[in-house]
């Protein structure tokens, strides 16, 4: 009997599918995409900043860096119950999974206390539970998975070539150990990255790569696209072919086949025809309200209307649970000057 070995991705693989005639590269991630799910379906989480701006990182896109003048204010980390009443809105709205963010380069072991009694109560709500907090030593993941946990979202966010041209204060390799202490506490993985950040189509292919080469590869895998807020270093960043986006999307379906991926920031600005080509490219998630983290997001009307117009329906952990109210405005959307997108 000969052994199978498991395919190892490499980044040159990859870049030879993202180089695919369209119609080919579609094909393919179809298939992979109708081997493990429904591909009508659609996976909503539901995001909110429970600890905004102030952050010590220079992450080049971000608007919640303290090292750039963007007009986002600094705040102490949310009450558990504001962070509860959110977390029931988005609830009632159809969301699955409920995502909190917080602007820091790693939590304090004391921020660990009150983030694992907001984790104890989203989930009495009956929500599966994200948090991205930075960067974790193996002792506070565990303390978070332990608090129930469901996943922790750190992103690698580009190729490890292009990498030092967007962020100077945390390594890749620092990015990678916080990965590997979340999967040793036994929480689920949510790794993805941005597209458009003047990277190339070998570093969105570097990416996938060091995406699909984790082992186990991330369970979900969120797809950015760069949202450009004036006074970051981003904020003139050039316009990227809007296909390269699907085309990444496509390539991340094959490349991690069982992994539900996220169309994450920038979906306003991609519109409805390329969103919808990114759901027939394998996208099954979403982020569904008001706002992402500081900035806009794409309206909650406007998704069922795109969903409704393209027979898609969205999904909840147990069984579907289609949207059937709008979420309650959990804060302004910071209005930031956001460029415009060529599409
Ligand atoms: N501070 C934590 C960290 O960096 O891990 C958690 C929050 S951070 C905002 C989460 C992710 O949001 C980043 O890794 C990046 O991929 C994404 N992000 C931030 N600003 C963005 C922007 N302007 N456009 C697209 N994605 C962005
Ligand atoms: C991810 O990959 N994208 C989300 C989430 N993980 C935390 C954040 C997007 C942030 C977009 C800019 C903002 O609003 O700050
Ligand atoms: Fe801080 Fe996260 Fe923004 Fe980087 S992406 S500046 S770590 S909040």
New binding site residues.
Partial sequence: MTATTTPTWTAERIEALLALPLPELMWQAQQAHRAHFDPTAVQLSSLLSIKTGG?A?D?G????SAHYDVGVKADKLMDVDLVLANAQAAKDAGASRFCM?????EPKDRDIDKVAAIVEGVKALGLETCM????LKPEQAHRLADAGLDYY???L?TSPEFYGNIISTRTYQERIDTLHAVREAGMHVCC???VGMGEGRRDRAGLLAELANLNPYPESV?I??????AG?P?EHAPDLDPFEFVRTVAAARIVMPRAWVRL???RKELGDGIQALCFLAGANSIFYGDT??V?GNADVDADRELFARLGMHAVGVAGDAPPSAAPARKRESIPLHVAATES
Avoid at 224 to 229: E, G, K, P, Q
Wanted: with cysteine; hydrophobic share 35%; proline share 5%.
């Fill in positions: 952050c990182e992450c896109y971000c608007p919640q963010g917080a602007a820091w380069r991205t907090l930075g960067m979202n750190h992103n966010d993805g990255g941005i969120p950015n696209a760069l949202v450009r807020v970051t981003l994450s920031a920038g992402l983290l900035t």
